[in-house]
T-cell receptor, first 110, second 116 residues
Framework: EAQVTQNPRYLITVTGKKLTVTCSQNMNHEYMSWYRQDPGLGLRQIYY???????DKGDVPEGYKVSRKEKRNFPLILESPSPNQTSLYFC?????????FGQGTRLTVV | AQKITQTQPGMFVQEKEAVTLDCTYDTSDQSYGLFWYKQPSSGEMIFLIYQGSYDEQNATEGRYSLNFQKARKSANLVISASQLGDSAMYFCAMREGSYNFNKFYFGSGTKLNVKP
């Protein structure tokens, strides 16, 4: 089954404790992105990648890092999480059109 | 300026009736794509329908159709014969350009409630 898989689905962490949210897709898509969703703001792009070792900032990259060492994986790294990064996070992959989303990761930073 | 505007934060519709969710967009590109996604209370993002800027006919997918008015820069979603399972958040999105398949802009969403 074609899918984008994020882990974990839910995460509660403390301020300053580094964390990684994993994202994997099995559709051989070149393009992958991370978004955060906040009430009233829709989804905002954090980082995106056009292929292996090619990444770039989206609209809200501060406080986040990404890497794309393999085509299928695109982890999101929060080196020092803060409460304002409490949000619902989505990974997405696309080829030449529609973006397919993972199930979402609900992150709470206390 | 907002790239995607959804002016209806919440809407109610009676079961079996049709409903239109509004979306306007802003771009100077000639080539772009417009999308609608559904987000049920479980949280996942489900792709519903796509319209390309050069498509002359409105896109349809089952009970979903996209009313594309290029001159007005609007891409309204029409759901016919609403069902209780249609209750969800709906997001309009745009992808600009022909080559950057990464850059999607999303609206703030419309929460649709279908009443029995």
């Amino acid at each position: 089954e074609a899918q984008v898989t994020q882990n974990p689905r839910y995460l509660i962490t403390v301020t300053g404790k580094k964390l990684t949210v994993t994202c994997s897709q099995n559709m051989n898509h070149e393009y992958m992105s991370w978004y955060r969703q906040d009430p009233g703001l829709g989804l905002r792009q954090i980082y995106y990648s056009m292929n292996v070792e090619v990444t770039d900032k989206g609209d809200v990259p501060e406080g986040y890092k990404v890497s794309r060492k393999e085509k299928r994986n695109f982890p999101l790294i929060l080196e020092s999480p803060s409460p304002n990064q409490t949000s619902l996070y989505f990974c997405a992959s696309s080829s030449t059109g529609v973006a397919f989303f993972g199930q979402g990761t609900r992150l709470t930073v206390v | 300026a907002q790239k995607i505007t959804q002016t209806q934060p919440g809407m109610f519709v009676q079961e079996k009736e049709a409903v239109t969710l509004d979306c306007t967009y802003d771009t100077s590109d000639q080539s772009y794509g417009l999308f609608w996604y559904k987000q049920p209370s479980s949280g996942e993002m489900i792709f519903l329908i796509y319209q390309g800027s050069y498509d002359e006919q409105n896109a349809t997918e089952g009970r979903y159709s996209l009313n594309f008015q290029k001159a007005r820069k609007s891409a309204n979603l029409v759901i016919s014969a609403s069902q209780l399972g249609d209750s969800a958040m709906y997001f309009c999105a745009m992808r600009e350009g022909s080559y950057n398949f990464n850059k999607f802009y999303f609206g703030s969403g419309t929460k649709l409630n279908v009443k029995p």
